[in-house]
C-alpha cells in the first residue's frame, strides 16, 4: 500500500501514513465490520446463524496441543487459573468476564477444555466440562457479540469443542446435547458471515480456518469446504511471509498460527481426508521460521511482547504440527538474523518495525540482540509486553516495548520507533540495511537504521561479529551523521546490555571490563573501548507473564555532531 511521510509529535521521526486513498478504503472496511457487528444484536443476524441442527459431528479430531495439567487441576477444585490469576468458576458472569483480555479469551476459546483434558479422567471431567459450557451457553449462546463471537474467539472454540466432544456429549440430557449442537451449528454459520467481512489478515485465517473445520466435521460440507479452502489459502499468502514469518513480526502470533493450523490438520486426519498442500506448505515454512528465534537451550527469545519461552512449549507446538525443520538462519522478511556457533546462538532483529495495523504488541527494537551460550541466556531483552495481566500491569508493559528495554543503542532516552497505544508503532524506523557475511572463522552481521535521523540527524550502525566457536562476540556501534538531516551539537546515548539471569558480577575499578560468572561456573568478561559501564537493575518476564529481576549493563557517552563509535567484547574464559 502506498505511503507518504509526516512528522510525529514525541520523536521527530518520519511516520508511515497511509495516503487518502488507502484512508478512505481502510476506514470503509472498518465502518462495514462495525455495521456487521452490530447487526448481531438483531433478528437479522439470528436468522442468518439459525439452521438445520446437525444430529452429530462426523468426527473428533485429536486435540495436538498439550494441555497444563495445574490449571486442569485448578479446574477440578472449581477455580480458572491464568498467568498468576486466579477466578471462581460459580462466581463467574461469562457475560461480562472483568478479567485481562488474555484470560477473557481463554474461557471464551474453550482453551480451558485442554487443560482438564490432561488433568483428570472423562469420566470425571465429562461433568465439569459440560457444567461450565452450559452455564456459558446459558449467557452467550443465543446472543452473539463482542469478544465472544469475535472471529479468532469463535474459531478456537469450534475446534477446542470439537476436539472435547466425548467430554461435552457423553451427558444424556438431551436437551443439552442439542444446545451443544446447536452451538457447533450456529458457529459455523457466524463465521460463514463473518470470515468474509475480516478486515486484518490474522482475523481472515482465523475465521476461514473455522470454515472448513466446519465443512469436514458438520454434515453436508461440500460448498462451504471448497469456499473455505480457497479463501483460506489466501487469507494464509496474505498473513505469512514466504520465509515463514508473519506481518505482526511477533513470536507469539506465528505460535499461535501454527496452533490453528495444527488443529485443522487434525480435523482432515480425523475425517481421512488429504490435508491440502497449501495447508502442509505454510506449517512447513512456519516452524522454521519460529525456530530460528531460538536460543541453544532450545526456548524462545524476547521479541515484539513476547515473553522468555522455555524449550517445553517450543517443542511441544513443533511436534502438534507434525513438521520436521532446521531453524532459519535467515529471514529478510520476518526481519530476524540467527547465527549458530558451538554452543552459541546470537539472534538480531534485523528488520523494519511491523506497520501500525498490523503490529500485534509493537516494540521498539530495531538492530536488538540476544546472545546464549549453553543453557545460560548471557544477554537477552527484558520482554512481555503482550503478557499485561497480573503480574505486568499496563504502565509497565508499555515500558517494556521501549527501546531501552531492549539490548541496543537508546538515543536521548527516547524510542527508536514512536510507541502509540494498543501496541501499535508509531513514527520512526523506516529502512534497515543488512549484510551478513562470512569472514574467516566467524560470521560477520552489520545493520543500520534510520529511526534517530530527523529528530537527531544520526544512522545507528551496528556490526556484530560471532566467533565460529561462539567463544567470542565483538560489537561496535555506531552513529553516523545522517546526509539530509541536521544533527545537535551533542546528544547523550546509551548502550545497554539486559542480563540473562544468575549471572554474578565484578566491576572493574576503571569500570571498562566486568566479570561474569554463569550459573554453571563458567566465566565471561564484557570490556568496552570508550566510556564506562554502570550497573544498573532491569527485568526479564517469562512465558506466564511474571517478572524475574535481573540486570544491565550500560556504556553513556555523549555523541558530537559529527557522529560515534563505540567498541565493546564479550568473551569467553573458562
Known amino acids: ?25 481502510n476506514l470503509a472496511a472498518r465502518v462495514s465490520l462495525m455495521l456487521y457487528q452490530l447487526s448481531w444484536r438483531t433478528p437479522l443476524h439470528k436468522m442468518r446463524i439459525t439452521g438445520k441442527l446437525p444430529m452429530k459431528l462426523l468426527a473428533a479430531p485429536t486435540n495436538p496441543l498439550p494441555g497444563d495439567e495445574a490449571r486442569g487441576t485448578a479446574i477440578r477444585i472449581g477455580k480458572f487459573m491464568f498467568q498468576g490469576m486466579e477466578q471462581s468458576i460459580d462466581a463467574i458472569d461469562y457475560e461480562k468476564l472483568a478479567l485481562p483480555p488474555a484470560f477473557v479469551e481463554y474461557i471464551h476459546r474453550f482453551d480451558w477444555l485442554r487443560d482438564l483434558a490432561v488433568a483428570v479422567n472423562r469420566g470425571e471431567g465429562a461433568p465439569l466440562a459440560s457444567s461450565i459450557a452450559e452455564k456459558w451457553l446459558a449467557a452467550n449462546g443465543d446472543r452473539p457479540r463482542i469478544p465472544a463471537w469475535r472471529i479468532d474467539n469463535s474459531a478456537w472454540r469450534f475446534l ?43 482475523d481472515k485465517v482465523c475465521g476461514w480456518t473455522g470454515v472448513v473445520a466446519a465443512s469436514l466435521l458438520l454434515p453436508e460440507g461440500k460448498a462451504r469446504r471448497a469456499m473455505g479452502e480457497h479463501s483460506l489459502e489466501l487469507a494464509l499468502a496474505e498473513l505469512v511471509f514466504p520465509d515463514g514469518g508473519v506481518l505482526s513480526r511477533a513470536p507469539q502470533q506465528l505460535m499461535e498460527l501454527i496452533a490453528l493450523l495444527s488443529m485443522l490438520r ?23 521460521a519460529l525456530l530460528g528465534l531460538t536460543h541453544s537451550d532450545g526456548g524462545l527469545g524476547a521479541w515484539q511482547g513476547c515473553g522468555h519461552i522455555g524449550p517445553e512449549r517450543i517443542e511441544a507446538l513443533v511436534e502438534a504440527s507434525g513438521v520436521r525443520a532446521r531453524p532459519l538462519r535467515q529471514a529478510l ?20 518495525p511491523p506497520h501500525a495495523k498490523q503490529a500485534l504488541v509493537g516494540c521498539a527494537s ?137 549471572i554474578e558480577l565484578l566491576l572493574a575499578e576503571d569500570k571498562r571490563s566486568v566479570m561474569m ?15 564506562t559501564i554502570e550497573v544498573d537493575e532491569s527485568l526479564w518476564v517469562d512465558e506466564n507473564g511474571r517478572p524475574h529481576p535481573t540486570r544491565q549493563l550500560v556504556i553513556g557517552v555523549n555523541a558530537p555532531k559529527g557522529g560515534i563509535t563505540i567498541g565493546w567484547a564479550l568473551k569467553f574464559l573458562g
Open 517 to 531: 560468572r554463569m550459573e554453571d561456573g563458567s566465566n565471561w568478561t564484557f570490556l568496552t573501548a570508550l566510556g
Open 1 to 25: 500500500m502506498a505511503e507518504a511521510d509526516r512528522p510525529d509529535e514525541k520523536t521527530g521521526a518520519n511516520a508511515l501514513v497511509v495516503r487518502p486513498t488507502g484512508r478512505l478504503e
Open 160 to 202: 477446542n469443542m470439537a476436539s472435547a466432544a466425548p467430554y461435552l456429549l457423553t451427558s444424556s440430557d438431551l436437551i443439552y446435547r442439542s444446545k451443544i449442537l446447536n452451538h457447533f451449528a450456529r458457529t459455523a454459520r457466524h463465521l460463514d458471515q463473518s470470515a468474509i467481512r475480516a478486515t486484518k489478515p490474522f
Open 266 to 288: 487434525q480435523c482432515y486426519i480425523a475425517r481421512q481426508e488429504l490435508v491440502p498442500e497449501f495447508l502442509t506448505d505454510t506449517l512447513g515454512r512456519n516452524i522454521p
Open 333 to 352: 522478511d520476518w526481519g530476524y538474523q540467527r547465527v549458530s556457533a558451538g554452543q552459541a546462538v546470537l539472534l538480531v532483529d534485523a528488520g523494519p
Open 366 to 502: 530495531t538492530l536488538a540482540f540476544e546472545f546464549s551460550f549453553g543453557k545460560q541466556r548471557i544477554i537477552i531483552n527484558c520482554g512481555g509486553a503482550g503478557l499485561a495481566g497480573a503480574s505486568i500491569p499496563a504502565a509497565l508493559a508499555r515500558g517494556l516495548r521501549t527501546t531501552a528495554a531492549h539490548s541496543t543503542l537508546c538515543l536521548d532516552d527516547s524510542n527508536s520507533t514512536a510507541l502509540l497505544a494498543k501496541g501499535q508503532l508509531g513514527a520512526g524506523v523506516v529502512d534497515v540495511e543488512l549484510e551478513r557475511r562470512d569472514i574467516e572463522k566467524a560470521t560477520r552481521i552489520e545493520a543500520n537504521h534510520d529511526g534517530y535521523a530527523r529528530a537527531y540527524g544520526f544512522i545507528h550502525n551496528r556490526v556484530l561479529i560471532l566467533r565460529s566457536d561462539g567463544m567470542e562476540l565483538r560489537g561496535e556501534d555506531t552513529l553516523l551523521p545522517h546526509a539530509k538531516y541536521k544533527g545537535r551539537e551533542e546528544v547523550p546515548a546509551h548502550l545497554r546490555f539486559h542480563l540473562g539471569p544468575d
